[in-house]
T-cell receptor
Framework: GEDVEQSLFLSVREGDSSVINCTYTDSSSTYLYWYKQEPGAGLQLLTYIFSNMDMKQDQRLTVLLNKKDKHLSLRIADTQTGDSAIYFCAERTGTASKLTFGTGTRLQVTL | GAGVSQTPSNKVTEKGKYVELRCDPISGHTALYWYRQSLGQGPEFLIYFQGTGAADDSGLPNDRFFAVRPEGSVSTLKIQRTERGDSAVYLC???????????????FGEGSRLTVL
């Protein structure tokens, strides 16, 4: 079955790097995603990675995928207060239309 | 508007009542999704429409939940005989045909918060 797990909370200081981790159970996942949810706003796609890749970089964001351990991480360089939000990883399996989301990690950025 | 619009933003109802939640997707998006997000949890899939038809309704929890999209644009999620456990934020998302579906990018609305007393 599909199950996606994340730690609940992460606190970092402004300017430091943040690393948010995610584990999933379905080895047939085709795409994995990171979504951001700010208070009072809808979820917004930050980045995604195809399962045949092990790394993807997009400006301050770096996604690492370890398929063997079914582990996904999101690194945010030079974290800013505007990065404070809840971050969800999600997986998509095969041609299924639905995404399975994790429970979300609340990132708190302190001055 | 440019984004996915959901109404109402907040709905308080009593146990046993009937509720309708509306979603207006981004113009031209053929795929529409409903998710439910309980407090402290990630979104859970309910149903997916491709055009007017429900392509996957495997996430609907029971037969009290039903959704329609009669003209392939606006969708309504209908909940009969509401229960306290139905309290959650109901999220709607849309995506364009082709690239959006292949990459899985969903464009979410801000959600309708349902509270069942």
């Amino acid at each position: 079955g599909e199950d996606v797990e994340q730690s609940l909370f992460l606190s970092v200081r402004e300017g430091d790097s943040s690393v948010i981790n995610c584990t999933y159970t379905d080895s047939s996942s085709t795409y994995l995603y990171w979504y951001k949810q700010e208070p009072g706003a809808g979820l917004q796609l930050l980045t995604y990675i195809f399962s045949n890749m092990d790394m993807k970089q997009d400006q301050r964001l770096t996604v690492l995928l370890n398929k063997k351990d079914k582990h996904l991480s999101l690194r945010i360089a030079d974290t800013q207060t505007g990065d404070s939000a809840i971050y969800f990883c999600a997986e998509r399996t095969g041609t299924a239309s639905k995404l399975t989301f994790g429970t979300g990690t609340r990132l708190q950025v302190t001055l | 508007g440019a984004g996915v619009s959901q109404t109402p933003s907040n709905k308080v109802t009593e146990k046993g009542k009937y509720v309708e939640l509306r979603c207006d997707p981004i113009s031209g998006h053929t795929a529409l999704y409903w998710y439910r997000q309980s407090l402290g949890q990630g979104p859970e899939f309910l149903i997916y429409f491709q055009g007017t038809g429900a392509a996957d309704d495997s996430g609907l929890p029971n037969d009290r939940f039903f959704a329609v999209r009669p003209e392939g644009s606006v969708s309504t999620l209908k909940i009969q005989r509401t229960e306290r456990g139905d309290s959650a934020v109901y999220l709607c998302a849309s995506s364009p045909e082709g690239g959006g579906i292949l990459t899985g990018e969903l464009f979410f609305g801000e959600g309708s918060r349902l509270t069942v007393l």
